[in-house]
T-cell receptor
Framework: NAGVTQTPKFRILKIGQSMTLQCTQD?????MYWYRQDPGMGLKLIYY???????DKGEVPNGYNVSRSTTEDFPLRLELAAPSQTSVYFC???????????????FGEGSRLTVL | GEDVEQSLFLSVREGDSSVINCTYT??????LYWYKQEPGAGLQLLTY?????DMKQDQRLTVLLNKKDKHLSLRIADTQTGDSAIYFC???????????????FGIGTKLQVIP
């Protein structure tokens, strides 16, 4: 029962470095999401995908990129890391975006990123 | 736009009831949720309520929905130390632009249970 798996769990980056947060799910969910969680700010949606080959921006997409080449994988790329990107990142998936489902989101355990 | 508000912190004694409150703004919300986040972990759905319901009970959990006031509450009876976590209220107005489930989360209420 893997569910949603994120790697790495922790990472420290220097300003200007690049990295990719990996996310994979084994539930055959069509919808996948990336959120960031900052203290006292709740969860903010960065990017989402409604299926392989289809991605779109959420509330806070600047400084990030995503791709969705398969149903299972949804990596998040930081091109030029900045201190403002220090956060905890959560990948999530859901079965369907269509009306009729409950819209339950299944979350990974999170990736804590620090940019110094 | 959508907004979900909840208090930051709640402290209760073990065995007492906990009540976590939430207000939301989108009257078209179809589902409202309570997610639980334990330390170092991701969020996990605790319970949800469909918008045509006033109340939902599930063992120690009771969810009350007041659509007129756009108020949602989560009551945990006989609170245990294992209930210590952050509880997020969330609303789902249905399909957003692009067709995804546009779930909006509150900032989370940290529940501290004192033994």
């Amino acid at each position: 029962n893997a569910g949603v798996t994120q790697t790495p769990k922790f990472r420290i980056l220097k300003i200007g470095q690049s990295m990719t947060l990996q996310c994979t799910q084994d539930m055959n969910h069509n919808y996948m999401y990336w959120y960031r969680q900052d203290p006292g700010m709740g969860l903010k949606l960065i990017y989402y995908s409604v299926g392989a080959g289809i991605t779109d921006k959420g509330e806070v997409p600047n400084g990030y990129n995503v791709s969705r080449s398969t149903t299972e994988d949804f990596p998040l790329r930081l091109e030029l890391a900045a201190p403002s990107q220090t956060s905890v990142y959560f990948c999530a998936s859901s079965y369907t975006g269509l009306a009729g489902g409950t819209g339950e989101l299944f979350f990974g355990e999170g990736s804590r990123l620090t940019v110094l | 736009g959508e907004d979900v508000e909840q208090s930051l912190f709640l402290s209760v004694r073990e065995g007492d009831s906990s009540v976590i409150n939430c207000t939301y703004t989108d009257s078209s919300s179809t589902y409202l949720y309570w997610y639980k986040q334990e330390p170092g972990a991701g969020l996990q759905l605790l319970t949800y309520i469909f918008s045509n319901m006033d109340m939902k009970q599930d063992q120690r959990l009771t969810v009350l929905l007041n659509k007129k006031d756009k108020h949602l509450s989560l009551r945990i009876a006989d609170t245990q130390t294992g209930d210590s976590a952050i509880y997020f209220c969330a609303e789902n107005p249905g399909l957003g632009l692009g067709g995804y489930q546009k779930v909006t989360f509150g900032i989370g209420t940290k529940l501290q249970v004192i033994p």
